[in-house]
């Protein structure tokens, strides 16, 4: 039987992470960075793929328990046996020259044989490395890579059926430790870490970043859980952060619509900014918006909805024919071709959150409002063409209201801080007179008066549950009548067993392509925002319990959820969902829960 997405916890250095399932494996990590190639891929294939499990011998399901320790990302996998008990301890420390795995087998009482079974697979599971013994290592070398496998105290390990197995037995209080770590072939093996120190100052750490946390409101843990989570997925070196540490988890099981989300969006930038002022981390907002800054320079026109890790622009889409997919959902993809497309919502993000980033006293970057500038200008021109919108459909390009809303998003901000600041030079009379504009015409060609609701693109009946954004950045007031039936529209029409779709999905409707997805969970908790705006709080309040009822047993969500089958849906962890989880608890909760 295939593991549910929500089997697996994560653990990371910030520059990459692992999956680690309830059966005590790592079956997805990739090395040296989120979007390297994998060496463990058992997640989208096979245990020939490449995992690693560390368990009892003779256990071949699922632990007793697991969780993570407190305000860390440090997780414990506990199982109880007819022989005894024991803990498997995960973590990859702030890594120094080289990405480390660290797996610590811990003895809680009687006497437990434990196997440790490690297959690796490199490029993304098609690559059998040579594997040699080397100073009391096994190190596996295939072309530019190379991972070294030690243990401590040192047990027997010996190579079979493609594998590096080993077999030994713990105690109460005793401990082995291993440690695999990665570097280029080419190079020296880099300093050893000690595995016991690796592990306290990763707990001394995370503990004192969770910490910094302003708020103290309900849903504490879930809040604290979700920062931890968006933290591990911003890749340190350039403050990016990646939608997913995952590529081709599908949108529905056995369908098409999977993705890979080991790149940077712009978009979950803009909103990480928002949450990083608001929750008490300040410094994570300024690298956030850094990294923004670097990666939309350039000609206005040749501004990207994605990037790599380091503002790398070309992220070409490939298929990956050997790997049979997560239960069988194929194609698998690495890159993204959704790159390529035109959204011009993403000029209202960037806008808004380089106004938000002023307006909280962040440190000025250079040529920043030139930049801002020459964005607005080319908008003004170009703002009446059609494009793919939010969601990246694939379906061709169509007239999107929430596009338009977040070009009036981009000109309402730069005509405010031209306002707040006088002394920067911009076009104010016609700034304000193109947001007008803008504004009129969503209102006259986006408003369906008849149905009282917005709709997803001009002269259509379909609606679109990015719509429920239009109160938060203040294209209308939460009391416009507008705006309250689109929200009645959108909860009577797009709602699923209580949860919101992004939009309906009947064939080849909107995006493109055949069957449907799950319930999106960012969608969910703009529902309970817009709902908490208009006054029905406790409406606002009952979903958001819902919703953060749906995360797994140690506090993560994917990007989907399918009520029928009970189960999440689509690359994991999600950034887009645990910055709505944060976002909405500030939101409905904020005013007495932030510091």
């Known amino acids: 039987m295939h593991p549910r997405i929500e089997d697996y916890a994560l653990i990371g250095d910030e520059q990459t992470a692992a999956l680690v399932g309830r059966d005590g494996s790592v079956d997805w990590l990739c090395l040296p960075r989120f979007d390297s190639a994998a060496c463990f891929a058992k997640l989208l294939g096979d245990k020939d793929n490449g995992h690693w499990r560390i368990a009892p011998k003779h256990t071949k399901g699922p632990c007793t328990r697991r969780a993570y320790r407190p305000d860390t990302l440090v997780l414990d996998t506990e199982w ?6 024991i803990r498997v301890t995960d973590l990859m420390p702030q890594r120094d020259r080289a990405p480390d795995l660290v797996r610590i087998v811990q003895g809680l009482s009687g006497r437990v044989t434990v196997r440790s079974s490690l297959r690796i697979r490199f490029d993304y599971g098609s690559v059998v490395p040579w594997v040699r013994k080397s100073r009391g290592h096994r190190v596996a070398v295939a072309g530019p890579d190379s991972v070294w496998l030690r243990s401590e105290p040192p047990v027997h390990t010996w190579g079979e059926n493609f594998g590096t197995h080993s077999e030994f037995t713990v105690e109460e209080g005793e401990q082995v430790a291993f440690v695999l770590t990665w570097h280029p072939s080419h190079e020296p093996r880099p300093p050893l870490v000690d595995p016991y120190k690796a592990l306290r100052a990763s707990v001394r750490d995370w503990r004192k970043w969770a910490g910094r946390c302003h708020y103290d409101g309900p849903y504490r843990d879930a809040v604290v859980r979700s920062l931890i989570t968006l933290k591990a997925l911003t890749y340190r070196p350039t403050g990016g952060i990646v939608a997913a540490p995952t590529t081709s988890l599908p949108e529905e099981l056995g369908g098409v619509r999977n993705w890979d989300y080991r790149h940077c969006w712009l978009r979950d930038s803009t909103l990480l900014l928002n949450v990083g002022l608001s929750a008490g981390y300040r410094e994570e907002a300024e690298a956030w918006r850094n990294w923004l800054v670097r990666a939309v320079a350039g000609d206005p026109a040749d501004l990207q909805i994605m990037y790599g890790l380091a503002g790398e622009r070309r992220l070409p889409e490939l298929e990956l024919p050997w790997l049979s997919g997560f239960a069988g959902s194929v194609p698998v993809r690495i890159g993204n071709e959704a790159v390529k497309q035109l959204q011009l919502d993403v000029y209202g993000e960037v806008m808004d959150t380089l106004a938000l980033a002023r307006e909280a006293g962040l440190p000025i970057k250079p040529h920043m409002w030139a930049i801002q500038s020459s964005l607005m200008e080319w908008l003004r021109t170009q703002w009446r063409r059609p494009d793919e919108g939010l969601w990246e459909v694939r379906g061709g390009r169509r007239q999107f209201v929430h596009s338009k809303v977040m070009v009036w998003v981009a000109a309402d901000r730069a005509v405010r801080t031209l306002e707040k600041n006088p002394q920067l030079e911009g076009d104010l009379d016609g700034w304000r007179e193109f947001r007008d504009e803008v504004h009129r015409e969503v209102c006259e060609k986006g408003y369906d008066a008849e149905r009282n609701t917005f709709t997803q693109s001009y002269g259509s ?20 009548p507008r705006v309250i039936g689109t929200i009645d529209a959108i909860c009577a029409e797009l709602s699923h067993d209580g949860f919101l779709r992004r939009y309906s999905v009947d064939g ?3 995006d493109g392509l055949p069957g449907s997805e799950g319930t999106f969970l960012a969608c969910s908790f ?3 925002e817009a709902l908490q705006m208009t006054g029905r709080t406790q409406e606002a309040h009952e979903l958001f319990d819902r919703l953060v009822g749906l995360a797994n047993d140690v506090g993560l969500l994917s990007e989907e959820y399918d009520p029928l089958a009970d189960r999440q849906l689509g690359n994991f962890p999600q950034a887009f969902s645990h910055i709505g989880l944060v976002n909405t608890a500030l939101a409905l909760f904020g005013g007495d829960g932030a510091g």
């Open 80 to 85: 109880e046996t007819a022989e005894g008990a």
């Open 461 to 480: 009946r379909e609606l679109d549950a990015a719509l429920l954004l239009i109160p938060r950045v203040g294209f209308l007031p939460p009391d416009d």
């Open 508 to 510: 080849t409707t909107v």
């Open 526 to 528: 703009w529902l309970a």
